[in-house]
């Protein structure tokens, strides 16, 4: 009984389908971030993203995706280059080693579909997703560019 109970407490990290989509609304705000969360919707569904969350005890605690397609050859080459999207965690989960756990599965998925280099997204001040980065092996600076939320770099991989 007391194995049973601590196998459910475990975190796992499972990849999720369109189907289970509504329940990213745990992580983050779809209403607020409509146009990204119908892109992420049928990108899921077309087998452009692939995503991962991790659970624990039913409670989703942390999300990451392998985007297969970005339309933009700095992120994306088919078959080649994919791109490490939306990783979050949980706010009141955050410093226990998620974040860097999630990207440690991606990078591992992302060996076995045969990607030679990985890519990501980063705003500048984004301290703590610069640092997760940076320690989980993205060294190479492919652009820094400026959008309407401000200045980010495009960090890549090679697996
Ligand atoms: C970035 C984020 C995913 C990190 O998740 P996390 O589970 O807290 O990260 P981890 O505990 O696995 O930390 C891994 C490493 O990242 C770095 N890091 C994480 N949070 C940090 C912080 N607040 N300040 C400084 N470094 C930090 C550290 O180097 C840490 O290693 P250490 O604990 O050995 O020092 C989380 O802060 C988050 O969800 N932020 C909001 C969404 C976001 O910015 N996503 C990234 C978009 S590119």
């Known amino acids: 009984m007391l194995a049973k109970k601590n196998r459910s407490m475990e975190k796992r990290i499972i990849p999720i389908t369109h189907k289970d989509f509504e329940r990213c609304a745990d992580l983050w705000n779809m ?5 990204l969360a119908e892109r992420f919707y049928s990108d899921l ?3 452009k993203r692939v995503t991962w969350v991790c659970e624990q005890n039913g409670a989703r605690l942390g999300e990451i995706s ?5 339309n933009d050859p700095e992120y994306t080459i088919t078959h080649k280059r994919a791109y490490v999207s939306h990783l979050i965690v949980k706010k ?5 080693g998620i974040g860097r756990s999630l990207v440690e599965h991606v990078i591992e998925q992302a060996k076995q579909m045969d990607i030679k280099e990985l890519t990501i997204g980063v ?14 092996g993205f060294d190479r600076i492919l652009d820094v560019c400026e959008d309407k939320d401000g200045r980010y ?3 890549m991989k090679s697996l």
Do not use: I, T
Not at 66 to 70: E, F, S
Not at 92 to 96: L, P, T
Not at 128 to 135: I, V
């Open 66 to 70: 392998l985007v297969l397609d970005m």
């Open 92 to 96: 009141d989960c955050r410093r226990q």
């Open 31 to 35: 209403k607020k971030q409509r146009a």
């Open 123 to 136: 705003d500048l001040d984004n301290f703590a997703a610069l640092r997760l980065y940076a320690k989980a």
């Open 45 to 47: 569904q077309s087998g």
């Open 153 to 155: 770099v495009k960090l």
